[in-house]
């Protein structure tokens, strides 16, 4: 006996091959604008840390002259 593929995988969900292209579609475009939204994130976190902040100033020591 030959197995074949149709029995031995189950049926797509849709057999509507515009649907599933369009679906598709709608992943790749989340999958994109997901790295877009960590790049931005990414970007910021490093712009922040670039920028050095002066110490704040000590209560202990006197001010230098």
Do not use: C, I, Q
């Not at 031995?8 to 679906?23: G, L």
């Not at 579609?25 to 920028?51: E, K, P, Q």
């Amino acid at each position: 006996m030959t197995e074949t593929h149709e029995a031995t995988h189950a049926a797509p969900a849709t057999s509507n091959p515009r649907k599933e292209r369009t679906a598709l579609a709608g992943f790749g475009l989340l999958a994109v604008a997901t790295a877009d939204l960590l790049v931005w994130a990414y970007g910021r976190t490093s712009a922040r840390r670039r920028r050095p902040t002066p110490p704040p100033p000590s209560r202990w020591l006197p001010a230098r002259r």
